[in-house]
C-alpha cells in the first residue's frame, strides 16, 4: 500500500517483513497514552512514507515498539533487518525514554 507504493522491490520487501515483525509483536498493546502500537505504529510509518523517508527509516518506524517487546531487541533486529535498522529502532527508543 502507501507505505511501500514508491519503494523498489527489494525496499518494498524489507518494510513488508517489519510490518508483519512489528504486527506479531505488538498484537494489542497499548502505549502509555492509550493508543494501540500497532496503530500509532502504522500512523508514524504513514508520515515517514509521505516525507519519501528511506526502506530502514520506514521500517524502524514500524518496529519503533520492538525493545519494549524483545530482550535482546538491538541484536535481533540487526540480524533480521540489518544494522541501519536495528540502530535507528534503539535511537527511538532511547529518544522516547
Same mark, same amino acid.
Request: glycine share 10%.
Given at each position: 500500500? !502507501?507505505?511501500?507504493?514508491? %519503494?523498489?522491490?527489494?525496499?518494498?520487501?524489507?518494510?513488508? +517483513? =517489519?510490518? *508483519? @515483525?512489528? /504486527?506479531?509483536?505488538?498484537?494489542?498493546?497499548?502505549?502509555?497514552?492509550?493508543?494501540? !502500537?500497532?496503530?500509532?505504529? %502504522?500512523?508514524?510509518?504513514?508520515?515517514?512514507?509521505?516525507? +519519501? =523517508?528511506? *526502506? @530502514?527509516? /520506514?521500517?524502524?518506524?514500524?518496529?519503533?515498539?520492538?525493545?519494549?517487546?524483545?530482550?535482546?531487541?538491538?541484536?535481533? %533486529?540487526?540480524?533480521?533487518?540489518?544494522?541501519?535498522?536495528?540502530?535507528?529502532?534503539?535511537?527511538?527508543?532511547?529518544?522516547?525514554?
Amino acid at each position: 500500500g !502507501a507505505l511501500v507504493a514508491d %519503494l523498489d522491490p527489494a525496499d518494498r520487501e524489507l518494510v513488508s +517483513r =517489519a510490518a *508483519a @515483525a512489528a /504486527r506479531t509483536l505488538y498484537g494489542d498493546t497499548q502505549l502509555g497514552t492509550g493508543e494501540p !502500537a500497532w496503530d500509532h505504529a %502504522l500512523g508514524l510509518t504513514g508520515n515517514l512514507a509521505m516525507l +519519501r =523517508a528511506d *526502506a @530502514a527509516t /520506514r521500517a524502524a518506524g514500524l518496529l519503533f515498539a520492538a525493545p519494549n517487546h524483545l530482550r535482546d531487541a538491538r541484536e535481533r %533486529l540487526t540480524r533480521e533487518f540489518g544494522a541501519v535498522v536495528g540502530a535507528l529502532v534503539m535511537g527511538i527508543s532511547t529518544v522516547n525514554k
